[in-house]
């Protein structure tokens, strides 16, 4: 169906709001331009926005000359509220302008609504899981061309973790099996130039229970299924865990001021990527619904940095999901 | 017997498994905290965490943002 076909569907279903307190807002242009005023009305019949830009100037603005978040935002914002179809109809415009979360927020509330569009719904949402996944392919060639090996790890990922069906999961995994060492094993690269000696003597085993961390984190990521993950997540932060505490022993007996440093560094690394595995076990077990679980992991790295940005992000989300309803996907 | 003995030794045992059981641990987080990641390519995929987003309010704080309705300032057309 193309987007001018959506567009005007989405019209026959759209009613106008009644008049409301003025609000500011930012619409951009299909070229880039950003137009920051006061929406006055939407036209549903010629499918023309009335607006007012900052400095008065009075502009009507065709719906086709937005951009796609505008457009998408102007169509929603005119949408009978709790409508079935109209839920549905924005999903499907959320996904063809590339908000898939936005997209299958709509896609869920329309099954809420009225679970007899389920058959419906499920058909759309196959192709709402087959772009997004791409779409992450995409972000993470872009990554790699650009040499941010870290940002397309994060990109893969996350298309392993969520569309573990779609076919690009296996050409996904190949590519963060090989970015994988690239990413975590040179994070160390410094500690290991500064201090070679510590490293080949009180603090090997220390380095050992690091590496295997590292793997086991890895296996997590790439496991092929939701028990496999958990394991390997769980032996990850046991490692984790004896990395720390072999630090602690070593920081007692080597209390030079060169080395003390060296440890501290070592133990930020394993604290950071204590972090990192329980982000993507609460990531994982989210996914699969297990809400408490999740908090449970968070909770955990947010006792470690209650500001990790990462790790507050998750709170949110697990935070509206067991207490609202409310998400996403 | 064995039956009301099994039935104590079950009924102690989840005594003790309460008492001893911790309580999980929580961290005291200010949401307001959360990025608002609205216009980033991330929130694409994931849906923005800040707690305006996932409620499906618009946040007035970011222009990018389209995750709740605008309002207009005007009489509309059906």
């Given at each position: 169906?193309?987007?001018?076909?959506?567009?005007?569907?989405?019209?026959?279903?759209?009613?106008?709001?009644?008049l409301?307190?003025?609000?500011q807002v930012?619409?951009?242009?299909?070229d880039?331009?950003?137009?920051?005023?006061?929406?006055?009305?939407?036209?549903?019949?010629?499918?023309?926005?009335?607006?007012?830009a900052?400095?008065g100037?009075?502009?009507?603005?065709?719906?086709?000359?937005?951009?796609?978040?505008?457009?998408?935002?102007?169509?929603?914002?005119?949408?009978?509220?709790?409508?079935a179809?109209t839920?549905?109809?924005?999903?499907?415009?959320?996904?063809?302008?590339?908000?898939?979360?936005?997209?299958?927020?709509h896609?869920?509330?329309?099954?809420?609504?009225?679970?007899e569009?389920r058959?419906?719904?499920?058909?759309?949402?196959?192709?709402?899981?087959?772009?997004?996944?791409?779409?992450?392919m995409?972000?993470?060639?872009?990554?790699?061309?650009?040499?941010?090996?870290?940002e397309?790890?994060?990109?893969?990922?996350?298309?392993i973790?969520?569309?573990?069906?779609?076919?690009?999961?296996?050409?996904?995994?190949?590519?963060?099996d090989?970015?994988?060492d690239?990413?975590?094993?040179?994070?160390?690269d410094?500690?290991?130039a500064?201090?070679?000696?510590?490293?080949?003597?009180?603090?090997?085993?220390?380095?050992?229970?690091?590496?295997?961390?590292?793997?086991?984190n890895?296996?997590?990521?790439?496991?092929?299924?939701?028990?496999?993950a958990?394991?390997?997540?769980?032996?990850?932060?046991?490692?984790?865990?004896?990395?720390?505490?072999?630090?602690?022993?070593?920081?007692?007996?080597?209390?030079?001021?060169?080395?003390?440093?060296?440890?501290?560094?070592?133990?930020?690394?394993?604290?950071?990527?204590?972090?990192?595995?329980?982000?993507?076990?609460?990531?994982?077990l989210?996914?699969q619904s297990d809400?408490?679980?999740a908090?449970?992991?968070?909770?955990?790295a947010?006792?470690?940095?209650s500001?990790?940005?990462?790790?507050?992000?998750?709170?949110?989300?697990?935070?509206?999901?067991?207490?609202?309803?409310?998400?996403?996907? | 017997?064995?039956?009301?003995?099994?039935?104590?030794?079950?009924?102690?045992?989840?005594?003790?498994?309460?008492?001893?059981?911790?309580?999980?641990?929580?961290?005291?987080?200010?949401?307001?905290?959360?990025?608002?990641?609205?216009?980033?390519?991330?929130?694409?995929i994931?849906?923005?965490?800040?707690?305006?987003?996932?409620?499906?309010?618009?946040?007035?704080?970011?222009?990018?943002?389209?995750?709740?309705?605008?309002?207009?300032?005007?009489?509309?057309?059906?």
């Amino acid at each position: 169906m193309s987007l001018r076909t959506r567009l005007a569907l989405i019209t026959c279903l759209l009613v106008a709001l009644p008049l409301t307190a003025e609000a500011q807002v930012t619409l951009k242009l299909a070229d880039g331009t950003a137009l920051t005023g006061k929406a006055k009305s939407y036209d549903a019949a010629t499918q023309t926005l009335e607006f007012v830009a900052d400095g008065g100037r009075e502009m009507q603005i065709g719906l086709d000359e937005l951009d796609g978040r505008s457009s998408y935002l102007v169509n929603r914002s005119n949408a009978r509220p709790d409508h079935a179809d109209t839920e549905l109809q924005l999903g499907n415009f959320a996904r063809d302008v590339g908000l898939y979360a936005h997209s299958a927020r709509h896609y869920k509330h329309a099954r809420r609504l009225d679970p007899e569009l389920r058959h419906e719904v499920d058909r759309q949402t196959v192709i709402l899981n087959r772009e997004a996944a791409e779409s992450c392919m995409a972000m993470a060639e872009e990554a790699l061309s650009e040499g941010d090996r870290r940002e397309a790890e994060q990109w893969l990922t996350k298309l392993i973790k969520r569309w573990p069906d779609e076919e690009l999961r296996g050409r996904a995994v190949t590519m963060l099996d090989t970015l994988y060492d690239q990413v975590h094993g040179a994070r160390d690269d410094d500690l290991e130039a500064e201090a070679p000696d510590l490293l080949a003597t009180d603090l090997r085993k220390g380095k050992q229970y690091y590496d295997r961390m590292l793997e086991e984190n890895e296996k997590g990521l790439l496991a092929p299924n939701q028990n496999q993950a958990r394991s390997a997540f769980n032996k990850a932060l046991r490692e984790g865990e004896r990395a720390l505490g072999q630090l602690d022993r070593v920081a007692k007996k080597r209390t030079d001021a060169a080395s003390q440093e060296t440890l501290q560094g070592y133990r930020e690394l394993v604290n950071d990527q204590i972090i990192e595995t329980r982000i993507h076990y609460a990531s994982q077990l989210m996914v699969q619904s297990d809400y408490k679980g999740a908090l449970r992991q968070v909770n955990a790295a947010l006792a470690i940095d209650s500001k990790d940005k990462q790790a507050l992000a998750m709170r949110s989300r697990i935070e509206n999901a067991i207490s609202r309803g409310i998400g996403w996907w | 017997m064995s039956k009301t003995l099994a039935a104590s030794a079950l009924g102690l045992a989840f005594l003790i498994g309460a008492c001893v059981a911790t309580p999980e641990p929580t961290v005291e987080v200010d949401l307001s905290d959360v990025d608002c990641i609205c216009g980033q390519p991330l929130e694409a995929i994931e849906g923005c965490p800040h707690p305006l987003c996932i409620a499906g309010e618009r946040n007035p704080d970011n222009p990018d943002c389209v995750c709740g309705p605008i309002e207009f300032d005007g009489e509309g057309d059906r």
